[in-house]
């Protein structure tokens, strides 16, 4: 049993998307082999092999959306997934499943790596479309 995090990054770019998975993760192992856009699509408008290849287009096109999830390697750390999701509205969520007793700290983690107040504990569903979805639950109570 894991507990998600998500904290709303202050920048939508890959190399900070990089600097996330080098910091959060030990041996990553991305979800999926190919990555269709849009997002579950029957008829993608294009299917990117490389996940860092996916990374540079969301950068570059804010408007995207998309989740990307990794598995961590070394499964008896306290981080099991580390995930990158893209908003609709130009944003970049970042989040972590880690184990329940270890919560609080990692927050505080991603939280400064973030550099944000707007975090929150999930529930294994998705965090919201937007950034200004997230903010609005964050500041409900709903977050942290």
């Given at each position: 049993?894991?507990?998600?995090?998500?904290?709303?990054?202050?920048?939508?770019?890959?190399?900070?998307?990089?600097?996330?998975?080098?910091?959060?993760?030990?041996?990553?192992?991305?979800?999926?082999?190919?990555?269709?856009?849009p997002?579950?699509?029957?008829?993608?408008?294009?299917?990117?092999?490389?996940?860092?290849?996916?990374?540079?287009?969301?950068?570059?096109?804010?408007?995207?959306?998309?989740?990307?999830?990794?598995?961590?390697?070394?499964?008896?750390?306290?981080?099991?997934?580390?995930?990158?999701?893209?908003?609709?509205?130009?944003?970049?969520?970042?989040?972590?499943?880690?184990?329940?007793?270890?919560?609080?700290?990692?927050?505080?983690?991603?939280?400064?790596?973030?550099?944000?107040?707007?975090a929150?504990?999930g529930?294994?569903?998705?965090?919201?479309?937007t950034?200004?979805?997230?903010?609005?639950?964050?500041?409900?109570?709903?977050?942290?």
């Amino acid at each position: 049993m894991t507990q998600e995090l998500y904290a709303l990054s202050n920048e939508r770019t890959a190399t900070l998307a990089s600097r996330f998975l080098n910091t959060f993760g030990a041996e990553l192992l991305p979800f999926a082999e190919d990555f269709p856009v849009p997002e579950f699509s029957v008829n993608p408008a294009h299917v990117f092999r490389r996940v860092e290849d996916l990374i540079s287009f969301l950068e570059l096109n804010r408007s995207e959306p998309y989740g990307l999830y990794w598995n961590v390697g070394a499964s008896e750390g306290e981080i099991a997934q580390a995930m990158l999701f893209y908003t609709t509205d130009g944003g970049l969520i970042l989040g972590l499943a880690v184990t329940p007793e270890s919560a609080p700290l990692h927050l505080r983690r991603l939280m400064t790596f973030a550099g944000t107040d707007d975090a929150m504990y999930g529930d294994e569903q998705r965090p919201p479309e937007t950034s200004g979805e997230f903010v609005a639950k964050c500041r409900k109570g709903t977050g942290h």
